[in-house]
């Protein structure tokens, strides 16, 4: 369930920063729902592949090349998905950064209390 309710919320930030920024279009709700399918497929198969490929320049840059490695998985969302554009890589580094941000802000909303 809560499955179910992180990519609900995943597709509501894709919508919403697709609105937001010029540089990303989107064509609906049901592109957005895709995008957010396809974007959770390749954080968990491609993301791993490309973080262990890039170790070396990720250390040499202190971390700072893992924006450009989230940018790549969201413009290969770009391709996979038809309603979906992202214009260049800096928007999809800005798009990935932000929809990093609402995504960790939106799924506090799912976590429950630990109380003792």
Do not use: E
Request: hydrophobic letters at 65%; a positive charge; glycine letters at 6%.
């Amino acid at each position: 369930m809560k499955m179910i309710l992180k990519l609900l919320l995943t597709a509501l930030a894709v919508f919403v920063l697709a609105h937001i920024l010029p540089g990303v279009s989107l064509d609906g709700y049901t592109s957005a729902l895709i995008v957010a399918v396809v974007l959770g497929i390749l954080r968990l198969i491609v993301k791993p592949i490309l973080v262990i490929l890039t170790l070396p320049i990720t250390i040499l840059t202190l971390g700072l090349f893992l924006l450009f490695i989230n940018a790549f998985i969201i413009l290969m969302a770009d391709y996979f998905v038809d309603g979906f554009a992202v214009k260049n890589i800096w928007y999809g580094i800005l798009f990935s950064v932000l929809l990093s941000i609402f995504q960790s802000i939106l799924y506090t909303c799912l976590k429950s209390d630990k109380r003792s």
